[in-house]
């Protein structure tokens, strides 16, 4: 089943590295191409933001001339007007619309960035995984076959008698143990995989190309510099930032909003007015007596505020977040220290003699199987260490919003 495994994923596998993944999300995640589509959408509200108001034009003619009989009397003796209005916007509305959808944009803009982010941390974490899970997997599949030759060769003494059966059944209950602990690995394998063809749009078997991190060429950052590059990097930060600068740019549109706009007039009168074929001028603007959009700018004062607090509350929050991800990381970068330390060729040579020793019989079941199950568990321990690691170093990069790991 293996071997099969093996050659499908030879025929169908898509190899790939973390900055490969990477091109290949921004390029047809459906996510990011809608965000992107967001950003288009809010530039063309710049457009429209600098666009000024259309003149009104009004023509009026006469419908039925009651005295000379006459319908739609609108010769030189009859009636027709015509007017053309224009709104002049005062106060720096049209200014400030711009502002508005200028701001808008910009957020548009560090959302799809934030997005990029986010997923980029969620695919570089699952190929991590999975590269580590696969890794064990062989390891898994080679103690496999071991246990393969070993009760093969111990089967042909039991048959002879040299050997007791209930030897051959516990040994036969370790590679049942350890075939469970391989399918549940595969389960795993399978919903890492899973997600990182859902974020790459594949359907072919992704399968990681990734170097193991070289912990003693790791920068050494210090907590505070580690922060200053959130604050100036973290997406959901500056979009707080962005907020915060709408929220005071809105309180100036209503303010502006309260001066009266100004609509020049210029019209044409053939028959209606004080004399034939008068031209008239004029302006129209609304009186300020009771509404001053008063409400509006009280609302937009308090929500001023409201985006100071949700600013300072954010900066807060990736503080803490800088702080624990630095914490996990340097605990990680420890564990994996003495891990490889303790961890070394010793293990597969021991591992080689222990097989081979039982197989001679100078060693009993119970010292073999009790050295297998150790040697499995610290296959699964290191395994689990260098996914912290890589995982930790992915976390830490995310959280400060830069890569530096």
Do not use: C
Not at 118 to 144: C, G, P
Not at 314 to 323: G, P, T
Request: hydrophobic share 40%; no cysteine; net charge negative.
């Amino acid at each position: 089943m293996f071997i099969f495994s093996g050659r499908l994923w030879a025929a169908d596998s898509l190899r790939i590295t973390l900055r490969q993944a990477d091109s290949i999300f921004l390029s047809t995640n459906y996510q990011l191409l809608a965000a992107s589509m967001n950003i288009e959408a809010q530039k063309a509200q710049i457009i429209q933001a600098e666009l000024y108001p259309n003149p009104l034009f009004t023509a009026d003619f006469n419908a039925y001339d009651p005295q000379n009989n006459k319908p739609f009397h609108i010769g030189s003796n009859g009636q027709m007007s015509f007017q053309l209005e224009q709104l002049i916007t005062l106060g720096g509305k049209h200014q400030s619309e711009i502002d508005l959808a200028k701001t808008n944009a910009q957020i548009a803009e560090l959302e799809f960035k934030d997005l990029i982010r986010q997923l980029k941390f969620q695919i570089h974490s699952n190929l991590h995984s999975l590269n580590h899970q696969e890794v064990l997997l062989n390891k898994y599949n080679n103690q496999l076959r071991l246990l393969d030759t070993i009760l093969a060769s111990l089967q042909s003494q039991v048959t002879i008698g040299n050997i007791p059966l209930k030897d051959v059944v516990r040994l036969k209950v370790e590679y049942l143990n350890l075939n469970n602990d391989r399918a549940e690995l595969l389960k795993q394998m399978y919903d890492e995989r899973s997600k990182i063809q859902t974020i790459l749009r594949t359907n072919k078997i992704v399968v990681p190309v990734i170097s193991e991190i070289n912990v003693s060429s790791l920068k050494t950052l210090e907590l505070e510099e580690l922060n200053q590059i959130a604050l100036e990097n973290r997406s959901d930060y500056l979009i707080s930032e962005q907020n915060k600068t709408l929220a005071k740019q809105n309180l100036i549109y209503q303010k502006n909003l309260a001066i009266p706009d100004l609509n020049l007039i210029a019209s044409y009168d053939q028959s209606g007015g004080a004399f034939r074929n008068q031209f008239n001028i004029g302006f129209a603007i609304p009186l300020p007596f009771w509404n001053r959009n008063q409400g509006n700018i009280e609302s937009a004062a308090h929500k001023v505020k409201q985006s100071e607090y949700a600013d300072e509350d954010v900066k807060n929050s990736i503080l803490a977040d800088v702080q624990n991800s630095f914490s996990l990381f340097n605990q990680a970068v420890t564990e994996y220290k003495k891990a490889t330390i303790l961890y070394n060729s010793d293990f597969e040579i021991t591992l080689k003699g222990m097989s081979d020793n039982f197989q001679k019989r100078n060693i009993s079941l119970l010292e073999f199987v009790d050295f297998f199950e150790s040697y499995n568990s610290a296959q699964a321990e290191i395994a689990r260490i260098k996914t912290q690691l890589a995982v930790s170093a992915e976390q830490l990069n995310f959280t400060i919003g830069k890569e530096v790991y």
